[in-house]
């Protein structure tokens, strides 16, 4: 089984300064993908990037980007130029690549707020 | 990921009532998933369906839930007898055939929010 850990339950930023989010995994799986989800004031969820583990290359989103380590087993989320419309609950989130199906289970971490200051 | 169609968006329930839910996938969507939210948590997942058959429940309480997807209509997550535990956020999320998913087309609706009075 896989567990996801989010190891800063909040963290603050100044508007247009730029912030780190830590994500940590555990699993014996060599396929899968790595998500930010965005879950603002409205709670719906929103996939902020995401990442394919066989790709060594960061993924980047605009302001968005992260820093995948995969021996590490570590995945973090970094915005830059924070804007206060960034304020929101943000899960780091693991899925298990299946090459003869369409499974889409994610396995979700405790998340993290995040509170963009003006 | 509007696409993804819930409702009812809130719903108050007594306890011992019984509470069901709807989720109409994305246009072209067949595989549907059931996510639970408590409060101040993370989604867990609940389900996994595709139309007329539960492929993975694990994720299910042993008694008084159940999912189905039939050929015809909406998602329905049903809870039975409800409790005050039962009260959460219940979030369907879908992802087309197996064809054309690579592991990022899943779409989350906008949520359910279960009230157990």
């Known amino acids: 089984a896989q567990t996801v850990t989010q190891s800063q339950p909040e963290m603050s930023v100044q508007e247009a300064e730029t912030v780190t989010l830590s994500c940590t995994y555990d699993t014996s799986e060599n396929n899968y993908y790595l998500f930010w989800y965005k879950q603002p004031p409205s709670r719906q969820m929103i996939l902020v990037i995401r990442q394919e583990a066989y790709k060594q290359q960061n993924a980047t989103e605009n302001r968005f980007s992260v820093n995948f380590q995969k021996a590490a087993k570590s995945f973090s989320l970094k915005i830059s130029d924070s804007q206060l419309g960034d304020t929101a609950m943000y899960f780091c989130a693991f899925m298990k690549r299946m090459e003869d199906s369409s499974y889409g289970k994610l396995t979700f971490g405790q998340g993290t707020i995040l509170t963009v200051h003006p | ?117």
């Open chain 2, 1 to 117: 990921n509007a696409g993804v169609m819930q409702n009812p968006r809130h719903l108050v329930r007594r306890r011992g009532q019984e509470a069901r839910l709807r989720c109409s996938p994305m246009k072209g969507h067949s595989h549907v998933y059931w996510y639970r939210q408590l409060p101040e948590e993370g989604l867990k997942f609940m389900v996994y369906l595709q139309k007329e058959n539960i492929i993975d429940e694990s994720g299910m309480p042993k008694e008084r839930f159940s999912a189905e997807f039939p050929k015809e209509g909406p998602s329905i997550l049903r809870i039975q007898q409800v409790v005050r535990g039962d009260s959460a956020a219940y979030f369907c999320a879908s992802s087309p055939p197996r064809q054309a998913i690579i592991g990022n087309t899943i779409y989350f609706g906008e949520g359910s929010w279960l009230t157990v009075v």
